[in-house]
Nanobody, 122 residues
Framework: VQLQAFGGGLVQPGGSLRLSCAASGSIFSINRMGWYRQAPGKQRELVSTITSGGSTNYADSVKGRFAISRDNAKNTVYLQMNSLKPEDTAVYYC?????????????????WGQGTQVTVSS
């Protein structure tokens, strides 16, 4: 299983970006997908998660500004980021856990993408 994230970049404060992350491999289903971020000198922190049923969870710092969604058929998760602030600057990592493979094998561990840089600056 591999996760590949896209969509990072440089944006001015108040701007928007949309991240996407596609999981590949012989995947039958993924329970939960989400995004974490890590700013320089800080620990990695949760941004948002979404289950296969559509239940979402957000960090307080992004509620009302970020929206997570997913396409189960494409094993892809999205993060729409609006009203971006300089403090949102970080490397954003996508994650997936609770994966069933087409073989029926269950992968209990979380898988991580390579990270994509988001920089919010004027």
């Amino acid at each position: 299983v591999q996760l590949q994230a896209f969509g990072g970049g440089l944006v001015q404060p108040g701007g928007s970006l949309r991240l996407s992350c596609a999981a590949s491999g012989s995947i039958f289903s993924i329970n939960r997908m989400g995004w974490y971020r890590q700013a320089p000198g800080k620990q990695r922190e949760l941004v948002s998660t979404i289950t296969s049923g559509g239940s979402t969870n957000y960090a307080d710092s992004v509620k009302g500004r970020f929206a997570i969604s997913r396409d189960n058929a494409k094993n892809t998760v999205y993060l729409q980021m609006n009203s971006l602030k300089p403090e949102d600057t970080a490397v954003y990592y996508c994650t997936a856990d609770g994966i069933y493979l087409n073989s029926g094998y269950y992968l209990p561990s979380a898988y991580w993408g390579q990270g994509t840089q988001v920089t919010v600056s004027s």
